[in-house]
């Protein structure tokens, strides 16, 4: 069986096991990640950008990257990126420059065509005043900023997207610190797939236009749902979908629901960067016009098994209040509902949500992972999967509790009735 390429895609299940509803985060959360205070360059009071050191990295081939994965078939997870491995550090690389309070430093990266640039430092720690901030240098557009609340135990940073082939790396150091930040960029990943479709001149694809905004009237009895699914970000280069969960002790400890396939493991857990809310404002839009702004860095594996193909994991840290973000309830009963609901990022563009009236069966893994038994069949009545759907869930409308994991499928807007797979939650927790 073939995992999803075109028109294939990856989609999580719903359910629960009947011993907690979903519940909506409560109480104080950690500092997480965003578009915060603005960056002390975007003040006007710092040296212009020609004065700092600039790293030209390979150009990136955008069509010959696009055909690489069309000859491949695009197996999921969705590629979107080209790693590139770097050794820089604010000592050896960058540009320093004195402020009447404290120090910025500077470093611009530029790969020539790359429609989107992001960031993984694996050695990460600022004292307490230091800020860190990833920014575009072809428009006013930055994340951050990072502070020693972003300190992991893992002690590594891995920084959502910027649009645009150049960006620039800001760092500011308070005087009087006692100790100086340690920081070492080891990759930067050069998008061709154009996350912020920006680029008019590029035919890249977003997802299909039979897809439905979750914004759209369809989604609405679903909204404490939508809150629990994200887009996740691996490695630099890769993305698919998932589920925040509930544990069975109730504690919301942020556990987070996706694929084995995604290829998440213990040794690259903190690269993981997640995108809570990536949706359309307007019904419509097939997926475009989605923020970036809610996310979060770093994760730890937890569990995940081959056959059923679920994976685990565990983020550093509880996703900020602001986020409103939903534990979806499960269940294990391994009862086959009528239905099912599939909450998803096609093409790891704007969520979407997809409608089966048609009863689940079972049926072995779709993807060739051996699973005998293991997976739902889901036939899609509005709505389908794409690639990026990888991991996403599948509720049962009746209970509104995740019932199943996309593994695969052969679904997509011009074969909508082609069936899809997905791991049975009841098997793969005992």
Known sequence: MQTHSANQKNLRRCGHSGLFAALLLGGA???GANQGTPPLSFQGTALPIAFIQLVVLPATDVA???????????????RFAVAQDLALTTTNSGTWEQLPDGRLWRLRIASTNATDLNF????????????????????????????????????????????????????????GVKEQPRLLLAQVSTGYRDMFHRRKDLAIPKAETCEIDVVCPQGAP?????????????GGTTFCSGTLIMDAAGDFRAFFLTANHCGISSGNASTIVVYWNYESPTCGLDGLGASATNNQSGATFRAAKTDVDFSLIELNQLPP?????????????GTAPAGCVGIHHPN???????????????????????????HWQVIWTSGVTEDGSSGSGIWDPATHKVVGTLSGGLSGCSSPSSPDCYGKFSVAWA
Request: net charge negative; hydrophobic share 40%; glycine share 8%.
């Open 222 to 234: 679903w909204a404490n749902d939508i809150r629990s699914v994200a887009r996740i970000q691996i």
């Open 29 to 31: 959360a950690q500092v």
């Open 120 to 175: 993984g430092f694996t050695q990460f720690w600022l004292p307490e005043g230091a800020s860190l901030y990833v920014m575009s240098e072809e428009e006013k557009y930055y994340q951050g900023p990072y502070t020693a609340a972003d300190n992991a135990a893992a002690g590594q940073l891995w920084t959502p997207l910027v649009p645009g082939e150049a960006a620039i790396i800001e760092l500011f150091v308070p005087a």
């Open 348 to 374: 790891a563009d704007g969520k979407c949500i997809s409608f089966s009236s048609n009863p689940l069966t079972t049926v072995n893994s779709c993807i060739g992972t051996g699973g005998i038994n293991t």
């Open 64 to 78: 010959a990257e696009l055909a690489a994965d069309a000859k491949a078939g695009n197996s999921p997870p969705l």
């Open 321 to 333: 209040a602001a986020y409103h973000v939903y534990y979806a309830g499960w269940d294990r009963s």
